[in-house]
C-alpha cells in the first residue's frame, strides 16, 4: 500500500485528453499539501511520453498512468494510488477515496468505468490512442456496408411481408441506420445503434417465423457479447470485430448444413411438391421458362452440390475466394425467386459471406476504386435520388405482394454493393501494407465463451429431431415434416423423439379474429397444438375452429382454452424462441 505520509512527493498524471471522463477527473482532483497539484500531461499531445509509456508495457487506452515519485502505476492500480493522496474534503475527492482507496474495490469499479469512458469515446467518434488494426477496420468496412443493406430489407420484409404495416420505432431507427451505413460504411456510432434497434426490434416482433432472423439474432448476441467484454477491457474497436467475426463464419456454415441435412428428406426428393422446384418455377422470365422434368431435378440435387461445395471451398484457404463468389450467386439466384420475399435472407448471408474474406483481401477492396467511386457516388446527388427511389420501389412491390419485382429492385444496390467486394478494381492510393495481426482461426474466437453462441445455434437448428421446437431452425423452404407421427427425413427416422410436442398436430377448420389462423384455415394448414394455444394466448379476440384426434372442437378461444393455456405453455419471455412452424397435411408435404 501507498504510503501517505511520506512528503515531497511528486506526481504526474498521463491522460486522454480527448476523454471527458479522464479529463473531468484530473481537473477536480486534489491532492493532499504534501503532495501539491499534479503535474497534467495530455498524451494527446506529447508524443514522446505516449512512445516511452508504451514501451514500458502500458496499454494507454485502457487508463491513465500516474507517476508518483518515479514510481508508475496504470489503470486501476493508478486511481488506487491517487485516491490514497486525496485530501478529505470534497464530495468529488470522498467518493474518490471511498471507490479507490481499497485495491480490490479498484480493480472491480475501474472496467465498469472504462467500458462507459470507450463507449462515450465511440459515441463522440474519437479514436483511441493506439490506432486500429487497418485490416481489421477495412474487414468491419466492407461488412458493415453489406449489413446495411441487409437492414434496409429487415426493414421491408417486416413492414410489408412478416408482419404488414406494423412497425415500430425502432424499426424506423433500423431503416435510417441501414441507409446511413450504405453511406457511411464503418461508421461505429451507426452501427453501435443499429445492433441496439435490432435487438429491441427483435424482442418487439418475437416470436418471428423467419430463419434469417434467428440467425441474426445470434449475429447480434455474438456482437454484444464481444462488445461488452472489451469495453470492459478497454480493447479496440478492431478487436471487437476481429473476436466477433469467426461466430458470424461458424453461423454461415452451419446454416448451409442444416440447408443440406433438413433437406435429405421424402418431399424434397419428390419433384411433384419439392419446394427447390417451386420456388425455380417463379423465377423471373426466361429463367422458369426451363421447365423440364431434367431441370427439375438439377434443381433438386444441385442444391445439395451447390451448397456442400460452397462450404468445402469456404473451409480451404485457396478456394475460399471462390467459395465467397458462388456463395454470393447463389443466395443472389435465391432471391430473384417470387415464392417469397427472399432478398433480406440473401443480403444476410452476402454480409456473412464477407467475414470470410482476409484482412489484406478487405483492405484491396476499401482502397479500391470501385468501392471509392461507389461510396462518392451514393454521398452525391445521383445516390440521393437512387436510394429514396429504389425505397420507394420496393415498398410498392412488397406491398403489391409482387415478389420478383421486389427482387429487381433490391438487385439495382445489391449488384452495386456485391460488384465492388468482389471486384475492387484498381487500388486508388498505393498498395496496402499487410494486416498488423495476424487473421486467427476461422471458426474459433479468440474468446473462448463467445465460441458458445456459434455452438448454441447448431444445437437450436436440430431440436425438431427430439421433439421441441421446429420454427427459426433454418428449416427453410425444406419439405420436412416430423409432426403428427409423420416423419419423412431418409437419416433420422428411427431416432426416437424424448419430447411429444410435435406429435399433438390440429389441423385448423375455421378461424376470425387473427390473421395468421385465418391463413392456416384458408390453406388447410395444420399446427402443433402448444403453437394454437400460444396463438390464442397473444389474441384474446380469435376464435377457431380445429380437429385434435379426430374430435371437432368448434368456435374455441383463450377463454374455453384457459386452462390448457396455464397447464401447457411456458411464460410469453420463453415462447419468443420456443416456437412451432406451420405443417402441410398433405402427404408428401407441399412446400409452403
Sequence with gaps: MLDIAEKSRMVTVYYDGECPFCSEFVRLLRLRESVGAPELVNLRDATAARTELEAQGFDLDRGMVADISGVRYGGADALNALALL????????????????SPVLARIVYPIMRAGRNATLTLLDR???????????????VFSLVFGLFAVMHFFINAFDYTPFEVYPSSWVLLICGAALLLRPGSRRVFIVLVVAMMVDAWLRAPMQSNHTIIKNFLLIAFLGSAIWHALKGSRWSDFFRDAAPVGRVLLLTMYFYGVFHKINEGFLDP????????????????????HPVIHYLTIYGTFVVETVIVVMLLVQRWRHWGIVLGVGFHGLIALSGFAMYPAFSTLTIALHTLFLSPEQARRITKGENYQGLIAGLRSWKGAVLLPAVMLFIAWFAIKRDFNMVAFAWL?????????????????????????????????SRLGWLNAVGILFFLSCALPYVGLKSAQTVNM???????GGINNHLIMRALPMPFDYLDDLVEIREASGDRMLQIAARAKLGMVYYHLLDRLDRSPEAKVSFVRNGTLH????AVSLRDDISRVLHPQWFRKWFHFQWVPLANPPKCI
Excluded: Y
Aim: glycine letters at 6%; one cysteine or more.
Design 272 to 291: 411433384s411438391v419439392s419446394c427447390a422446384v417451386v420456388l425455380w418455377k417463379v423465377m423471373p422470365w426466361p429463367i422458369h421458362l426451363l421447365d
Design 554 to 557: 368448434v368456435n374455441q378461444s
Design 412 to 444: 439495382t444496390l445489391a449488384a452495386l454493393v456485391v460488384g465492388v467486394v468482389l471486384f475492387p478494381g484498381k487500388l486508388a492510393d498505393d498498395e496496402p501494407a499487410a494486416s498488423a495481426n495476424p487473421e486467427g482461426p476461422l471458426l474459433w
Design 127 to 141: 479514436r483511441p490512442l493506439r490506432p486500429d488494426d487497418a485490416g481489421w477496420e477495412a474487414m468491419f468496412q
Design 477 to 483: 423452404f425444406a419439405n420436412l415434416r416430423l409432426e
Design 86 to 101: 486525496t485530501t478529505p474534503s470534497g464530495l468529488f475527492n470522498r467518493a474518490t477515496a471511498v471507490l479507490f482507496s
